[in-house]
C-alpha cells in the first residue's frame, strides 16, 4: 500500500546536538511537506518542496534545514540553532491532478524531546 | 498572507447531539480550497471534509457538514449525531489553488464527547 513513513515515531536529543527526522513516501506525489506541532499553536510549516532539488522556507525555518534529492525523501534537521526543538513534527505529502486538487497525506509524526 | 482563526479553543458536545466548530480565514484570493482535518488522540491526520472555493454548494460527508459563507470568509464544521469516537482536535485549513501550494492550518479546536 502507498503511503508516507515518518522515522523515528520517538527521539530525544542531547542539547547542543544536531537530528534528522525521516520522511519517505512511495505515494509519487511531487510535494512534500514539514510541519511543527505545539499545544495551542495548530500546525506551522517548517519548509516545503514543490519539486525535487528546490525547497522554500516556510513560517518558522529558522534553525530548521532540509534537502530533497529524491522525489521519495525529504529529510528534516533540527540543528543546534534551534532553540526550542522540543515538538511533535509532520511530514505531509501531495499532488495535483488536472481537474481536482488533493488535502495532503500525513505521516504519523515524530515527537522530539530535548534532554 | 493568508490566515486562518478557530475562534474556540476548545468545545463539548453531548453524544447524539450536534455541535458546529467555527473557522474564519482571511484572503485576498478567489480560487482556493477549504479543508477540515480531524487529530484523534493517535496524532494521526484524518481529512474530514473539503469544499471549493467556486463551489456554492456546502460539502457533506455523512455526519459531517460545512456551511460555507464566502462573502464572509466562513467556513464552520457541523457534526450531526455525535459519537464518542468524534472526539479529536479539529483543526481548519486553507489552501490557494496554484500548484503544490502549502496548506494554512488554524490554531485547532479540541472537542470533547460526552456520554
Known amino acids: 500500500d502507498g503511503g508516507i513513513t515518518q522515522s523515528p515515531k520517538y527521539l530525544f536529543r542531547k542539547e547542543g546536538q544536531n537530528v534528522t527526522l525521516s520522511c519517505e513516501q512511495n505515494?509519487?506525489?511531487?510535494?512534500m511537506y514539514w510541519y511543527r506541532q505545539d499545544p495551542g499553536q495548530g500546525l506551522r510549516l517548517i519548509y516545503y518542496s514543490q519539486i525535487v532539488n528546490d525547497f522554500q522556507k516556510g513560517d518558522i525555518a529558522e534553525g530548521y534545514s532540509v534537502s530533497r534529492e529524491k522525489k521519495e525523501s525529504f529529510p528534516l534537521t533540527v540543528t543546534s540553532a534551534q532553540k526550542n526543538p522540543t515538538a511533535f513534527y509532520l511530514c505531509?505529502?501531495?499532488?495535483?491532478?488536472?481537474?481536482?486538487?488533493?488535502?495532503?497525506?500525513f505521516g504519523s509524526g515524530t515527537r522530539l524531546t530535548v534532554v | 498572507a493568508q490566515t486562518v482563526t478557530q475562534s474556540q479553543p476548545e468545545m463539548s458536545v453531548q453524544e447524539a447531539e450536534t455541535v458546529t466548530l467555527s473557522c474564519t480565514y482571511d484572503t485576498s484570493e478567489s480560487d482556493y480550497y477549504l479543508f477540515w482535518y480531524k487529530q484523534p488522540p493517535s496524532r494521526q491526520m484524518i481529512l474530514v471534509i473539503r469544499q471549493e472555493a467556486y463551489k456554492q454548494q456546502n460539502a457533506t460527508e455523512n455526519r459531517f457538514s460545512v456551511n460555507f459563507q464566502k462573502a464572509a470568509k466562513s467556513f464552520s464544521l457541523k457534526i450531526s449525531d455525535s459519537q464518542l469516537g468524534d472526539a479529536a482536535m479539529y483543526f481548519c485549513a486553507y489552501r490557494r489553488n496554484s500548484g503544490n501550494t502549502p496548506l494554512v492550518f488554524g490554531k485547532g479546536t479540541r472537542l470533547s464527547v460526552i456520554a
Open positions: 505515494l509519487n506525489h511531487d510535494a
Open positions: 505531509a505529502s501531495s499532488t495535483r491532478t488536472a481537474h481536482t486538487p488533493s488535502g495532503y497525506t
